[in-house]
Structures are given as C-alpha cells and as structure tokens.
C-alpha cells in the first residue's frame, strides 16, 4: 500500500470518529456563506454611488444574489442522495471562493451583477447538504447541532460586513469582497477531512420517483405550516437586511461605518437568540419557541422608524435580529417531517421555493424607498412577521 493509500485510509477513518471537527468545519463554512452574502448589502450604498445606480437596482442586485443562491437549492438538495453532502460542501466553498474574483472584474454594474450571480450560485450549494447532514449526525441533539451552525453564520453575518466595511473605506469594495477568497479555500480543504461519506448516496435513483415522495409529503399539515411560516420570516429577513444600512445613511444621515456597524448588532442578536432557541426547542418544542421569535422581532420592526438616537436604532436592530433564530427550527422541524426516502431532494425543492420567494423582498423595499415610503415599508415587514406567527401558532409539536 503507496503511502498516499495509507494518508487516505486515516483521513477516512477519522472521518467518523470526530462529530464535534464535524460540526466546526460545518459551522466555519457558515460563517462565512452566510457572513459574505450580508457584505454586498453591508456595502450597497457605497456600491450604488460608484455605479450610480437607484435603489430599485441596488435592491434588484440582492434579489439576484438570493435568487441564484435558491436556483441552486433543488439541484444539491438532488445531489444529496445521489453524491453525499461531502462533495457538495467542498464544491461550495472552492465555487464560492472562485466566485468572489468576479468583483475584482466588474468596472460596471451588469458585470457587477453577473458576478454576484455566480457567487449566489456557489453559495447555494452549501445549505441543503448542510442540513441533512447535521440531521443525521446529531439525530437527538439535532436543535442544539442546528443552533450552533447557524450562530456561527449570524457571527459571520456580524463580524465580516462590518470587517469589509473598513476594508471599503480604506481600499475600495472590490477589494473588501475579494479578501475572503483565502479563507474559502481553507475551509473547503477542512471540509475534505472531516465530512464522511452519506451512506445512503446513489447512482441509479429515479427523481421522479423522488418528487412524487416529496409531493405527498406536502400533503402533511405540518410541512405546510412550517413551509409558509419559514418563507414568510425569510422574505422579511432579506428585505430588512438589504436596506438597513441604506435606510441609515439616507434617511437618518448615518456614515457607512455607523451604518454597517448597526446592522453587525442585528447579527449579534441573531447569534446571542440562536445559542438559546435550540435549547429551548429541544425542551418546549419548537412552535411554541417559534411563535415567541416571531413576536419579539415583529415589534422592533413596527417601531423602527419612531426610535431616535444611535444606540436606540443599534438595540432596535438587535431585536429584530432575533428572527434568524426561527432559521434553525424551521430548518430542523422540515428537514425532520419530510419523507426520508427523498430527504435530500425534498429539502433542495423546498428551499428553492421559499429562498426564491424570500429573495423578492429587497426588491419590493428599493421600490418603497424610490417613492419616499421607506417607514411604512417597516410596518409592511412587521405584518408578515406576525403572519408568520400565526403559521407557527397552529403548527403541531414533532413527536
């Protein structure tokens, strides 16, 4: 046996004694999918005045992002069962790494949105395997699992929109996207030796047969409300995230950091919830945890635009972040209710619906912004929020 034989045979073996090398490398690759898509808003006003672009097209940019990033969720969700999450989140992060170059290229705003395309799509990849990984990994614990990866990309989502804030003020946002290209490939290498193989990956799997398992599965009650109320805390989410700091240095006058340094506080809600929520859930059960989310991160949102002050609109923010919370019980309560036969497949078809649906949001508040009615899009976003509250009110406890 060559000694590279030998190197593989160990890298495998320790593939399946380290759940908790698992879960880190899980997590890191979500702090920083997660973490780098919050950068292009972080950055959008500085964006918008290099390109000169209304805030309809700066909001049409996030909607590509996350409409390419939902394009690619049925496909790897597919792929699941047939190649294993391994292959999936390794492609992830090299693409994704690969991807971000684009911005270096991009001297105008077409070019700077066919780049963000292609970093939608490689980001895409990342979350469907990422799911029913830590599903069957963590079985018991799966709440807990789900929590601490999805704090680390509101980590992420905090600490690199405001890192690349600074790198824009200083060297231009091109730069401030591209820098992160390095930590992509490492991560994508660590993925490589710490992911084991899917046991129930195949070749000769018919996805037709596939859809129709996950098409009766819809039929359950239960996937139906935590799929409507998922989508609904999804759209508000990318609406609010796009154009927090847009609104900021617009309307309240902030500067880009101070901006951007409002919307890192929102992420750290998000991280500060999330440690707490799957706990919760894993004891009281996650509708009821999801109905509190809901109604704690609708009010701030209401009150958004009578709040005054720096550190009034911070804490604002703060709660409001507590939304990304209801992410990892959703994603958790679905990933467990859907037919196991098509786990894979049926999570992908899921996620790209409600990601596409959810990404019209930034949309639809460029063109509130356009017309002078940037607060009432505040109070159009706490509405649904509540909405989604009522989703998860009725939704039943897992057994």
């Known amino acids: 046996m060559s000694s590279a034989d030998g190197v593989a045979r160990r890298i495998a073996a320790s593939r399946h004694d380290s759940p908790r090398r698992l879960l880190a490398a899980v997590a890191a690759g979500w702090f920083l999918v997660l973490g ?13 005045d290099d390109f000169g672009v209304s805030n309809t ?31 999936l989140l390794v492609g992830s992060a090299l693409l994704s790494g690969v991807g971000l170059l684009g911005y270096l290229l991009s001297p105008t705003f077409a070019l700077f949105v066919l780049a963000t395309a292609g970093f939608g799509l490689g980001t895409g990849l990342y979350g469907p395997p990422r799911g029913t990984l830590l599903s ?51 991560v994508g290498a660590t993925l490589w030796v710490s992911v084991s193989d899917r046991e129930t990956a195949t070749a000769d799997r018919s996805l037709t047969a596939d859809l129709r398992t996950v098409l009766g599965g819809l039929r359950d009650r239960r996937l139906a409300l935590a799929v409507l109320g998922a989508m609904l805390m999804l759209l508000v989410f990318q609406a ?23 919307l890192s506080v929102l992420f750290v809600g998000g991280a500060l919830s999330q440690a707490a929520t799957g706990r919760l859930a894993d004891r009281y059960g996650s509708p009821r945890v999801l109905v509190g989310v809901a109604v704690v991160s609708a009010l701030p949102l209401a009150l958004f635009p009578t709040l005054e002050g720096t550190a009034a609109l911070a804490l604002g923010a703060g709660v409001i972040g507590f939304r990304m919370s209801s992410g990892p019980l959703t ?10 036969a098509a786990e894979g497949t049926g999570w ?15 949309t ?36």
Request: hydrophobic share 55%; glycine share 10%; aromatic share 12%.
């Open 57 to 87: 097209n700066a909001g049409l940019a996030v909607t590509v992002l996350w409409l390419t990033y939902a394009a690619m969720q049925f496909p790897a969700g597919v792929y699941i069962d047939r190649v294993g999450e391994r292959a």
């Open 331 to 340: 994603n958790a309560y679905i990933v467990d209710v859907l037919p196991d």
């Open 364 to 399: 639809v508040v460029g063109a509130f912004a356009d017309r002078g009615l940037f607060d009432l899009s505040f109070y159009v976003m706490a509405a649904l929020t509540l909405a989604a509250g009522l989703s998860f009110l009725v939704l039943p406890r897992r057994e």
């Open 240 to 262: 609010v995230t796009a154009f927090l700091t847009t609104y900021l240095v617009t309307t309240r006058e902030f500067t880009q950091g101070t901006a951007g340094a409002v």
């Open 136 to 186: 069957r990994t963590f079985d018991a614990r799966e709440g807990v699992a789900f929590g601490a990866v999805m704090a680390a990309g509101s980590v992420g989502s905090a600490v690199l929109p405001l890192a690349a804030a600074l790198v824009t003020a200083r060297y231009g946002w091109r730069l401030g996207l591209a820098a992160a290209v390095p930590l992509f490939l490492f």
């Open 36 to 48: 780098m898509r919050f950068v292009i808003p972080a950055v959008l006003p500085t964006i918008s």
């Open 348 to 362: 992908g078809l899921l996620r790209t619906c409600f990601f596409a649906i959810g990404s019209l949001g930034s």
